[in-house]
C-alpha cells in the first residue's frame, strides 16, 4: 500500500514526552524546575556557576534514568512510520527531536537527529569529542581524552549555541512534501523556522499540539500526543489512493 507522501520530515518537542512524565519547558512561571534559563541554559551561565549547571542537567539525567520514563504511543507511532517509510522505494523519513531524552530511540526511532543535544552524552570542551554518560558529572570529574578535570560540559545546545546537524535538516525540510510539528510551543529558533522552510518547498504542514497556536500550518491537530500521533500515523499506513 503507498503512502500519500514520499519525503516526511517530523519535529518533535518537549510536549512528545510529557505523557511519559518528562516536564515540558514554557510553565506558566517561566521557570524550568526553579531555574531562570539564562542560568542553566546558556553558555553564560555555565561560565558563571558550572556546579549548579551540572547539578541542574545531573538531576535531570537521574530521573530520565528512572524506571516510570517510558516512550508512550506517540514515540512509537513515529518509529512505526519510520519503518512504513522504509519498506517503500524512493520514500525517505527524518525524525528531527529537539528533546534531549532518549525516548524517540527507546521507541525503535533510527533516522533521527538531536538537534539540542543529548541528556545522555558530554563532551570535552577541549577536543571536541563526545561520550556516553548516565551517571553526574562535576568540576571535578577527569576528562577520558585529556586526563584533566574541568573539562567536561554537558552535550547539550545552549541558547547562543549553534543547533546541531543543521545542514542535514535544512537539506531533508527542503525536499519533503510532509512536515509534522508535533509537541512544540515554536518559541525557539531554527526550529520555530522549519515550518516556514517546508511550506516555502511545497510541503503539507501539520502541526499535532494539546493546545491552539496561531502558527500558519496548513492543518492543525488539537489533542494529546500520545492519542493524537497515532491516529494520524494509522491515518497515512492506512491511507488507500
Ligand atoms: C503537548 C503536550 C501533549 C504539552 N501532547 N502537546 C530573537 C528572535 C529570534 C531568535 C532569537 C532571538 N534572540 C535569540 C534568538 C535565538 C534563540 C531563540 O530562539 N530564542 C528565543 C527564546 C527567542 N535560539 C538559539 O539561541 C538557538 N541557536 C541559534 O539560533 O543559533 C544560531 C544559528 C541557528 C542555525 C544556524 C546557524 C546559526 C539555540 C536554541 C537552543 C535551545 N535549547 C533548549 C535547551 C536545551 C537544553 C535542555 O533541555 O536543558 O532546548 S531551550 C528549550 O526550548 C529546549 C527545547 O528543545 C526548546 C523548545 O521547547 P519546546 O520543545 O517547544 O517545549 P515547550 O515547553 O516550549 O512547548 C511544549 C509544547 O508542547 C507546548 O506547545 C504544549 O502545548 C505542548 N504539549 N503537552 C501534545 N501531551
Known amino acids: 500500500m503507498s503512502l500519500p507522501y514520499r519525503s516526511i520530515v517530523v519535529l518533535t518537542g518537549a510536549g512528545i514526552s510529557a505523557e511519559s512524565g518528562i516536564q515540558t519547558f514554557r510553565a506558566a512561571d517561566g521557570l ?19 556546579v549548579l549547571v551540572h547539578n541542574f542537567y545531573n538531576q535531570r539525567r537521574y530521573q530520565l534514568l528512572q524506571n516510570h ?18 519498506q517503500r522505494p524512493d520514500h525517505e523519513f527524518l525524525l528531527v527531536t529537539q ?4 525516548l524517540h530511540e527507546r521507541a525503535g526511532s533510527e533516522h ?21 554518560i548516565r551517571d553526574s558529572i562535576n568540576v571535578d570529574t577527569v ?19 549553534i543547533p546541531l546537524a543543521m545542514n542535514q535538516i535544512t537539506a ?11 509537541g512544540t510551543s515554536g518559541q525557539v529558533y531554527p526550529a520555530a523556522g522549519f515550518n516556514d522552510i517546508a511550506r516555502q518547498h511545497g510541503a ?29 500515523v494509522d491515518s497515512l499506513i492506512n491511507h488507500t489512493s
Open 32 to 50: 524550568w524546575e526553579n531555574h531562570r534559563i539564562e542560568e542553566v541554559a546558556t553558555p553564560e551561565g555555565f561560565a558563571a556557576n558550572p
Open 69 to 86: 520514563i517510558r516512550p508512550n504511543p506517540a514515540h512509537t507511532a513515529l518509529a512505526k512510520l519510520e519503518y512504513a517509510c522504509s
Open 99 to 102: 528533546n534531549v531524552d532518549n
Open 112 to 132: 533521527l537527529v538531536h538537534m539540542h543535544g543529548e541528556l545522555l552524552k558530554m563532551r570535552c570542551m577541549v577536543t571536541e569529542l563526545v561520550f556516553d
Open 143 to 161: 576528562c577520558q581524552c585529556c586526563q584533566q578535570p574541568g573539562n567536561l560540559r554537558p552535550h547539550i545546545v545552549w541558547f547562543g549555541e
Open 172 to 182: 531533508a525540510l527542503q525536499r519533503c512534501d510532509l512536515f509534522l510539528a508535533i
Open 204 to 232: 503539507h504542514t501539520v502541526e499535532l499540539n494539546l493546545q491552539t497556536t496561531t502558527a500558519p500550518f496548513d492543518q492543525h491537530i488539537r489533542g494529546p500526543a500520545s492519542q493524537v500521533v497515532p491516529q494520524f
